[in-house]
C-alpha cells in the first residue's frame, strides 16, 4: 500500500471508543448524528419531491419509476467512487491528510462510534438542495424523480452503513454486505469500496 495513503486509517481499529474531533463543544456536536434523523429527513425530502412531481408536472407513472431507478443507481456509483477517491485519497501533505481523517479515518479508527456513521443532516441537507437547484438546471422536471431516487439511494446507504457496524450479521443473504463491508474494516482498505452494494467492485475490479 503507498505509505502516503491512508495512514491515519492503517491504525488498529478501535471499536469500543470514539474521538473527539474539536473542543468547541457546539461544533463537535455537529460531527455527531444519530442515524435515524439523516434517514427520516431524506425519505421525507423524497417524499416532497414526488409529491411536486406528482401535482405539479406532468411526468407519467412510467417515467417516474424509471427516473428514480435510474437515480438509486446514479447513487451507489456516487457512493463508490467518493469512497475509492475522496475518502481513501493519497493523503500526502498534512492538510489532506487532517481533511482524509476528519471525513473518513476517524471511522476507520473507531468503527463502531454510531453517532459517526452518517454525514450530519445539515451538511447533508445542504448537499441535498444544491443538488436539486443543479439538477434542474440539467434535468427540469425530470429531477423531482430521479432525484428522490438518488437521495433514497443515500439513505438506503446509510441504513446499510449503520446496521453493518452496529450489529451481529444476520444468517442470511444480507451478510455477504456485513463481511464485503468487514473486508474493507479489518483486512484491506484498499478493496470492497461498495457499502449498500458490491456491483461496483465487480465492475471496476476491487473485489477483494
Known amino acids: 500500500m503507498n505509505d502516503a495513503k491512508m495512514t491515519n486509517q492503517a491504525a488498529k481499529p478501535n471499536n469500543s ?25 431524506f425519505f421525507l425530502y423524497s417524499s416532497g419531491l414526488l409529491y411536486w412531481s406528482a401535482t405539479h408536472t406532468n411526468l407519467t407513472l412510467g417515467i417516474t419509476i424509471a427516473l428514480f431507478s435510474v437515480g438509486l443507481l446514479a447513487f451507489s456509483l456516487v457512493e463508490y467512487l467518493m469512497h475509492r477517491y475522496l475518502f481513501h485519497m493519497n493523503a500526502y501533505t498534512a492538510a489532506r491528510k487532517k481533511m482524509q481523517y476528519i471525513m473518513h479515518g476517524v471511522h476507520h479508527e473507531f468503527p463502531k462510534d454510531k453517532d459517526r456513521l452518517a454525514m450530519p443532516p445539515l451538511a447533508s441537507l445542504t448537499i441535498a438542495t444544491i443538488l436539486l437547484f443543479l439538477f434542474r438546471l440539467i434535468m427540469d422536471d425530470y429531477v423531482f424523480a430521479f432525484l428522490p431516487g438518488f437521495l433514497i439511494g443515500y439513505a438506503s446507504y446509510l441504513f446499510v452503513h449503520f446496521i453493518v457496524h452496529a450489529f451481529q450479521p444476520p444468517k442470511n443473504f444480507f451478510k455477504k454486505l456485513w463481511v464485503h463491508h468487514g473486508i ?22 476491487t473485489m477483494p
Open 17 to 41: 471508543g470514539t474521538k473527539t474531533l474539536s473542543n468547541n463543544a457546539f461544533i463537535e456536536r455537529l460531527t455527531r448524528t444519530h442515524i435515524s434523523i439523516p434517514i427520516t429527513l
Open 184 to 205: 474493507h474494516h479489518y483486512k484491506d482498505n484498499e478493496k470492497a469500496f461498495g457499502v449498500s452494494s458490491p456491483l461496483w467492485d465487480y465492475i471496476f475490479r
